[in-house]
Every structure is written in structure tokens, then in C-alpha cells.
């Protein structure tokens, strides 16, 4: 059987592989795509459009974690007896 070349040496990785992984740029398969990037003829492109909504929903989890931590702690505060005990 005769090998075929690679029609593009670009790679490009969307959103969603991103968001499967948590967004963890060092996860295996995307840390495995930067390394063999970086040392052959491959590239990796990240288009502004992938780059936006990847910052974006990082930006609205971390909005989501913070509206769970404050709801958490005024749920504590009232636990703890610090409000509405007078």
C-alpha cells in the first residue's frame, strides 16, 4: 500500500476540543499537537474566531464559579447563624 501525503500541514483544532478537555492546553492530545508542531513541518493555527469563543467560555465559567462561591457563602453565613439571628 502506498503512503499518501497530507493534502495541508495546517492543523486546526476547534472550540469544542477546548472545551472537552476543560480548556487545559497541556491535555495530551492538544500538548501532543504543539510538540509535533514545533518539531515538523506541521502547524497548528488558531483563527481569531476559535480564539474568541475559547476566551469567552473561560470567561463564562469563571463568571458561573463566582455566582456558585457567593451563593455558597451567604447559604454558609445563614448556617453559621451571622444573619437574620437578632
Keep these: 500500500m502506498e503512503k499518501e501525503e497530507l493534502f495541508s500541514r495546517s492543523i486546526f ?5 477546548y472545551y472537552k478537555h476543560g480548556f487545559n492546553f497541556s491535555h ?15 502547524e497548528l ?6 480564539a474568541k469563543e475559547v476566551s469567552n467560555k473561560i470567561f463564562d465559567k469563571v463568571k458561573e464559579s463566582d455566582l456558585a462561591l457567593s451563593k455558597f457563602l451567604r447559604k454558609s453565613e445563614v448556617l453559621k447563624g451571622k444573619k437574620g439571628s437578632d
Design 13 to 17: 483544532i476547534d472550540t469544542q476540543a
Design 45 to 50: 493555527v488558531l483563527t481569531d474566531v476559535v
Design 28 to 42: 495530551g492530545a492538544i500538548k501532543r499537537i504543539k510538540e509535533l508542531s514545533s518539531v515538523s513541518s506541521l
